[in-house]
């Protein structure tokens, strides 16, 4: 939880908020009009290198004599008898003035050091309050990079944003790497939200800064929704892009992906809703939505609410409480659903549907005597990463379109029975399965083409996992397995990765045998010979490609791996 100091911190050297008066922007930046004294107006030709008749000669629009002031006041001859006045002094009341030719001759020649705390008497924050971009580069550049510390640019900034100088805020976040989203301000441990880039922007009402710092990773914080209510709708409205399909239907793409917003107003965007055709709030804070998101909106082809903190969504028990009838794609995965949406289960257009790094016990929470006709078009389903024990064949089999599922790292202990559908990828690994259904290769025969159950407890391998005519890649490593089908099992002749590592191949109940391969060496000067008792079949001479029979306990290579006329990469080690 973030904590953040709404009220003023008095300490001089720090920026202070909008709700003190400004009454010049010499006040505004500290408790001295910026380091210069009032002299009253200047009517002779002032030649004594002071404090106050430089100011003077600037406030009288003498630059030539300011300059000339400032060469003698650090000329060791020319302010002879006069007291020498601090370098980083007159720095500043150049900065103010825009003086880059003094600016320059104190920073080359008298050598004067750029100050590193980020303070009103810094000249580099002068120069960002008083949107002297050109001044702001030659401080800058003048402080070693190594020295440059982020929150002398972070205060920098934050300044720039409160005064609208948006050529000095690009200057600092592109070429300076300030950072759009950090506070300037703090007091004592907490941060002061008016230090934050957006909230000063936002003070400032400034819509052209807001879209640069949320385009260069700026958040809204709840104070910015609260203090700024119409002009965080304004800057989100800003964000909608509005187009015209063929037919001349309005369609509206809403992507409020990682503003961190923590909840989403139904007016920042009720007047278009029933033409949102893609709605991105990824990467938010959101705890809960409207009713209307996203059952509500008609026209919805996308949604993507990832990255969040959503428990549930809103509640939809039937079909008449869901009329986004178009929605094709949805992700929900890295939030705290325990369950998938009942509302999804009315969706029949939806093809890819992800739900994954969830904490998901069971796939939909819903009465057995629910009515649905949704899912039939769905093609991938991601449910990976979650605490699934088990996968419901009442909700499975009737994904009759359905060609990629991911169920790894989850507790599943069984695989469901194989149904009719075009699957070509099965990602099952990091579970518990024991065993494989035996009619794998009976439904998905001429269909699988990528099949993983690597890091499960399987102990052996029946012999229609090697049926599968299309299969391409097969891991089924860090498992138990002892033993492979015979070779006139094999099917697979277009298996171009098998991934055996980390089994038991070559186990027997004899004592222990040593693991280092006997292969390549001379087979008379070993008695008795070893026979391995894993083949592989000629089906796969001209496929495989990649095989991996790392860390087993192989006495020898199996002579067939020779065979094998396309094989590029072969792991043996341990």
Not at 286 to 299: A, D, K, R, T
Not at 409 to 426: E, G, H, M, V, Y
Request: with cysteine; glycine share 4%; charged share 20%.
């Amino acid at each position: 939880m973030s904590y953040w100091s709404v009220g003023l911190h008095r300490d001089s050297g720090d920026i202070p908020s909008n709700m003190e008066q400004k009454s010049s922007p010499g006040e505004d930046m500290g408790a001295k009009v910026s380091l210069v004294e009032d002299t009253g107006p200047c009517s002779t030709l002032l030649t004594h290198p002071t404090f106050k008749n430089i100011q003077a000669a600037y406030e009288d629009g003498e630059e030539d004599v300011a300059r000339e002031l400032i060469q003698q006041a650090c000329c060791v001859v020319c302010s002879a008898g006069t007291p020498r006045i601090d370098g980083v002094r007159l720095l500043c009341v150049a900065t103010q003035y825009g003086d880059r030719q003094s600016v320059c001759y104190l920073l080359k020649e008298a050598c004067i050091p750029v100050p590193l705390e980020p303070s009103n008497s810094n000249p580099a924050v002068l120069a960002a309050h008083y949107g002297h971009t050109d001044l702001v580069k030659e401080l800058l550049d003048h402080v070693p990079g190594p020295c440059l510390r982020k929150d002398l640019l972070n205060s920098m900034l934050a300044t720039s944003c409160k005064e609208g100088h948006l050529d000095v805020v690009r200057l600092l976040v592109q070429s300076y790497d300030a950072d759009a989203k950090d506070c300037a301000i703090h007091s004592d441990e907490f941060a002061v939200i008016t230090g934050l880039p957006l909230y000063a922007a936002s003070q400032a009402n400034n819509e052209e800064i807001a879209l640069f710092l949320l385009q260069n990773g700026a958040e809204f914080s709840s104070y910015t929704l609260m203090d700024h209510p119409a002009f965080s709708k304004r800057i989100l409205r800003l964000k909608l892009q509005e187009t015209y399909e063929a037919e001349g239907d309005k369609v509206v793409s809403v992507c409020w992906r990682g503003l961190q917003l923590p909840w989403l107003e139904l007016d920042w965007f009720m007047d278009v809703s029933a033409h949102i055709t893609q709605l991105d709030l990824s990467s938010n804070c959101l705890s809960s939505l409207p009713s209307v998101v996203p059952w509500g909106l008609i026209s919805l082809r996308t949604l993507d609410l990832s990255n969040n903190e959503l428990q549930e969504l809103p509640l939809a028990n039937n079909s008449q409480e869901v009329i986004c009838s178009s929605l094709q794609q949805v992700n929900l995965s890295e939030n705290q659903l325990s369950s998938l949406p009942p509302g999804l289960l009315h969706l029949t257009r939806i093809q890819k549907l992800s739900a994954a790094k969830n904490q998901l016990t069971v796939l939909f929470d819903l009465p057995k005597t629910t009515n649905w006709i949704g899912l039939r078009k769905l093609e991938e389903l991601d449910v990976s990463e979650n605490c699934l024990t088990s996968l419901s064949t009442a909700v499975m089999h009737c994904l009759k379109s359905l060609r990629l599922l991911n169920v790894s790292r989850n507790k599943l202990s069984t695989f469901p029975d194989p149904w009719a559908c075009p699957l070509k990828q099965c990602k099952a690994s990091s579970n518990l399965i024991e065993n494989l259904p035996n009619t794998i290769s009976i439904f998905w025969r001429n269909h699988l083409e990528e099949v993983d159950f690597s890091d499960n407890s399987l102990k052996e391998l029946p012999s229609y996992i090697f049926e599968l005519e299309a299969v391409v890649s097969l891991r089924l490593c860090e498992n138990y397995i002892t033993t492979l089908p015979a070779p006139n099992k094999w099917k697979c002749s277009k298996l171009k990765t098998l991934d055996l590592s980390q089994n038991h191949l070559g186990k027997t109940e004899d004592s222990p045998k040593s693991r280092r391969l006997a292969f390549l060496t001379t087979w008379n000067r070993r008695d008795p010979d070893p026979v391995c008792a894993i083949e592989f079949p000629d089906v796969l001479r001209d496929s495989l490609e990649l095989l991996y029979l790392n860390d087993n306990q192989l006495e020898c290579v199996p002579q067939s791996v020779c065979g094998l006329h396309n094989l590029n990469e072969l792991y043996l080690s341990k």
